[in-house]
């Protein structure tokens, strides 16, 4: 008889288990897939141009010394819209941007840059998102810090938030 | 505060998913199959086990993602230039993580899952053994 309580193990158990799978359909996992391709050296690539008048992007000129964001961007990207005004005030306190334009094509890249300004030096098209899969880069916006060697040190998922913006100067100051 | 973490929220909900809003044309082999039927096959199988970044539930080779046509544009060119299914399959999960492939590795976070059953075995046996072993009398009585 004093063993009694043993009997409900199982229950509990099974209402453990049951516990859980309510949580997880209720809240569900975290989807957002983080790039695994960080403190490793930028892919090696050489991007052509994505619009007339701006230059293309190679993998050899993000080792110059400065470190830099490097944005994966799309002019059908809503979202990449409204990060605009921060690439702006990253560029506005000397920081250097360059892009790359996902799955894009020259005449709306420059309808982009037309409506929201031209933060990037540089715009590499990457119409078969090889270069985003090689950073393991899994949506647009997504934006990645690289140091003046061309290691990727961070990468940023979704828009950049007006706040953001004082830590990633602060972030890319310190790799210099 | 609330209105801008509201709208970061918002924003952070819309930036995941890649819906099918670009203009260009698919990538030559997202929809075309490989010219020799072997090298197909492998393509095939490797694609079937690699799982969609967009719509995560299925496979690369299930989903009409844009990403996902780009993700077996790049499976097809590296069979078709000869690299193997396996150096594929690591060169993608060195990017993505062991998220990205339906066959995942034995490590730490997958022991259980293999060695589970096999403990959970073990554990009915010695049970069993114990009940035997203590007879039918003995064994009733208690529970």
């Not at chain 1, 309580?5 to 569900?28: D, H, K, N, Q």
Request: charged share 20%.
């Amino acid at each position: 008889m004093k063993k009694s309580w043993v009997l409900f193990v199982p229950l509990a158990i099974m209402g453990l288990l049951f516990g859980a799978f309510i949580y997880r359909l209720t809240v569900p996992a975290e989807t957002l897939i983080q790039s695994q391709w960080i403190n490793k050296p930028m892919p090696l690539f050489d991007l052509p141009p994505a619009t007339a008048g701006v230059e293309g992007l190679k993998s050899s000129q993000l080792a110059d010394g400065k470190p830099r964001l490097v944005n994966v961007f799309a002019s059908w990207c809503i979202p990449c819209r409204a990060e605009a005004p921060q690439l702006e005030a990253l560029k506005a306190a000397g920081v250097p941007i360059d892009g790359i334009a996902i799955r894009d094509r020259p005449d709306d890249v420059a309808a982009f840059l037309r409506e929201n300004g031209n933060p990037f030096d540089r715009i590499g098209s990457d119409q078969q998102s090889s270069v985003q899969i090689a950073l393991g880069s899994s949506g647009v916006p997504e934006t990645f810090l690289i140091d003046g060697k061309g290691i990727i040190r961070e990468q940023i998922q979704g828009v950049i938030l007006a706040e953001q913006v004082p830590e990633i100067i602060a972030k890319l100051e310190a790799m210099k | 505060m609330r209105v801008r973490l509201l709208l970061a929220t918002l924003l952070a909900l819309f930036a995941v998913p890649i819906t099918a809003q670009d203009r260009l044309p698919p990538a030559p082999y997202a929809y075309q199959q490989l010219r020799d039927p072997a090298q197909e096959a492998k393509a095939k199988a490797l694609m079937e086990t690699l799982r969609c970044l967009v719509c995560q539930g299925q496979s690369i080779a299930d989903s009409d993602a844009p990403l996902a046509g780009d993700m077996r544009h790049e499976v097809r060119t590296k069979i078709a230039a000869g690299e193997s299914p396996d150096a594929i399959r690591k060169w993608l999960v060195a990017r993505y993580g062991n998220w990205v492939t339906y066959d995942p590795p034995l490590d730490a976070a997958t022991a259980l899952l293999w060695f589970g059953p096999l403990l959970f075995l073990a554990l009915g046996g010695w049970l069993a053994f114990g009940r035997f072993r203590r007879g039918g009398t003995d064994g009733e009585s208690e529970i």
